[in-house]
């Protein structure tokens, strides 16, 4: 079972608002660039493409296996806007707000 990455919907973010066609690239926690499947749902039985593709509100279903994540979210043009390491889930919405300062990811209920 995978566990949702955001309590909601991923969704990524920085000064100016919304990142429309974001791409969230994950990797097993750590220096290197192993990559570390997210999950479409709670089942984890189908995976994201990596990088996970954000819609053009910078929204995306992000779940998470049991494993610790490396994450670095970058711009549709591909500009980092963070890199973060040692990501495990569950979180809640107050350690996604110390994780990243707030800025960049917020609480969407799903529908």
């Known amino acids: 079972m ?9 969704q990524a973010q920085d000064a100016t608002g919304a990142l429309d066609g ?9 220096d290197g660039l192993e990559e570390l499947a997210t999950y479409t749902g709670q ?3 189908s995976a994201n493409e990596n990088p996970v593709e954000c819609d053009t509100n ?3 279903h992000v779940w998470l296996g049991p494993d610790s ?3 670095i979210l970058k711009t549709a043009a591909g500009v980092t806007v963070w890199d973060e390491d040692n990501i495990s889930a569950p979180l809640t919405t107050a350690d996604l707000g110390s ?12 529908a």
């Not at 995978?2 to 991923?10: C, D, P, R, W």
């Not at 974001?22 to 750590?30: H, P, R, V």
């Open 69 to 71: 994540y490396r994450m």
């Open 43 to 45: 089942d984890g039985l």
């Open 58 to 60: 910078g929204q995306a």
């Open 2 to 10: 995978a566990s949702l990455f955001t309590n909601g919907v991923f």
């Open 22 to 30: 974001a791409l969230l690239y994950t990797y097993a926690a750590g």
């Open 99 to 110: 994780i990243f300062g707030g800025s960049v990811l917020r609480y969407i209920p799903p």
